[in-house]
């Protein structure tokens, strides 16, 4: 845990001098006091943080996110041309639907990633069984979100995770199980 | 020629952020309206942030530019699952001939 607060720390600090006017000693000690505290206050939230991710699950993230960038480009033509030529035509539907994710972080970035895309908004997620009520434009929308690519990949990379996760509980490589569990996402939010 | 890429950006983020205005008046009912100002959030954004991009003279200022895209991205579609979510609890009726349809699982 200790480790981790640290790295906590100079990610904070880091970020405070990348937003920060000028690099200089009261800019460095100022954002060094203000990390410190800011850990220190949320301690709590520590053992639901997730751990590092690997070289592979980065590149799946990437992979992830450019498709997500490719997405949101398609997307936004298809809704201008609803808007200025009514082609494909409004036809609004509330979409239920519940997508093969089990983790909490994993449902938070789908549920992103499908808002972010213009034609679809994520109006609610059930924490407990993972069922998404999403808002779509169009029919055309609804069609293209059932068979989504983005949610095979999120899928994708949390059964990797996952298997990480199994395999390093297995080894007996980490000592704090709190964390490997908030990675599995068996933690719950205390509020829906 | 960068600063001509850097207007065409600026341009297209205009143009963006027009058709989602323009959808504020054209579509039916708030619902659907999200989806319209999400126009100007994701692509006008994006270019404006890109065209800045383009014109930054030093990193610094690039990677500032870079944490607040990022943080936008986070931000905005969290407001916007907000704004429709409260919409939906509150009472907010959706525009008639709205469907409701079960998905994929």
Wanted: net charge positive; proline share 4%; glycine share 8%.
């Amino acid at each position: 845990m200790r480790k981790r607060s640290l790295f906590l720390c100079a990610l904070l600090v880091a970020f405070w001098l990348a937003v920060s006017a000028e690099v200089d000693i009261q800019h460095l000690l100022v954002g060094a006091v203000l990390a410190v505290l800011t850990v220190w206050f949320w301690q709590d939230l520590g053992p639901r943080l997730p751990r590092l991710l690997s070289g592979g699950e980065l590149l799946l993230l990437g992979h992830c996110l450019l498709s997500l960038v490719r997405f949101i480009i398609e997307s936004n033509i298809s809704v201008a041309k609803t808007i200025l030529l009514s082609n494909p035509s409004v036809g609004p539907i509330f979409v239920v639907m519940r997508p093969p994710i089990e983790s909490q972080w994993a449902r938070v970035l789908l549920a992103n990633c499908i808002t972010i895309t213009p034609g679809t908004i994520t109006v609610d997620i059930d924490p407990e069984t993972g069922q998404f009520i999403v808002h779509v434009l169009t029919y055309k929308a609804a069609v293209e979100l059932s068979n989504w690519r983005i949610i095979r990949v999120i899928s994708h990379l949390e059964s990797w995770k996952q298997r990480r996760t199994e395999h390093a509980m297995a080894t007996g490589r980490s000592h704090d199980i709190d964390s490997l569990r908030a990675v599995a996402g068996d933690y719950r939010s205390d509020s829906h | 020629m960068i600063r001509l890429l850097a207007n065409l950006c600026f341009a297209g983020s205009l143009l963006a952020f027009a058709i989602g205005t323009l959808g504020l008046f054209r579509l039916p009912d708030p619902y659907t309206r999200l989806h319209g100002v999400g126009m100007g959030d994701t692509l006008g954004v994006g270019l404006a942030g890109l065209g800045l991009l383009l014109l930054s003279p030093t990193w610094a200022l690039r990677v500032k530019l870079l944490i607040v895209l990022a943080l936008f991205w986070t931000i905005n579609p969290t407001m916007t699952h907000l704004v429709a979510k409260a919409g939906l609890i509150h009472g907010v009726y959706p525009v008639e001939g709205t469907k409701v349809i079960k998905g994929q699982g």
